[in-house]
């Protein structure tokens, strides 16, 4: 099984910010395989990005992804209000998995 | 819009058998897709349980392997997830979601809004 790990754990920023978050894979992730979801509580995840770098319908620009092979990143750009969650990375290159996720805080 | 909804019993006995059903409404179950469940214990990250094609066709995560069983009703558009002696391990919100398939991709494009299932005497 494909380990993901996230890094960091909670993330304190302001609105405003640049925000970077990392997932890192025990083994390689084949191309295309690796999405982001971001989790308010109480709300069922929400697909940002797949296929490393491609965004979901009605995800706004300030979302991006990208990398490959082992490490992986999403980038917000300028972090709004309600950007502030829970975000998980999830690869689909072998079986499926998702890291133990980034929590961006409001600091 | 494709819409899913979880259905079942919210407390289950200790070595007994959780059984849920997601229900598919604004499109066919019979696409280009998986039928995928996640589960999230309280307090905790998202893990991905099994899933199934329309044709039948099923991925399990390997530890729960031995314990699952998903299956698929296309004529009355729902598929189903059984998961045997449970035990408080199993104590998560189930979430039921569409992974739709093209191009080399596959993504998460739908999901139920998860049912809360206990585990307990």
Redesign the interface.
Known sequence: EIVLTQSPGTLSLSPGERATLSCRASQSVSAPSLAWFQQKPGQAPRLLIYGVSNRATGIPDRFSGSGSGTDFTLTISRLEPEDFAVYYCHQYSSSRTFGQGTKVEIK | QVQLQESGPGLVKPSGTLSLTCGVSGGSIVTTAWW?W?RQPPGQ????IG?IWDNEKT?Y??SLKSRLTISIDTTKNHFSLNLYSVTAADTAVY?C?RVMVAQ??????S????TLVTVSS
């Open positions: 995928s996640v990250g998202l893990e991905w899933e991925n995560k390997a979430y979601a080399g991709y596959n993504w998460f494009d999901w139920g809004p998860g």
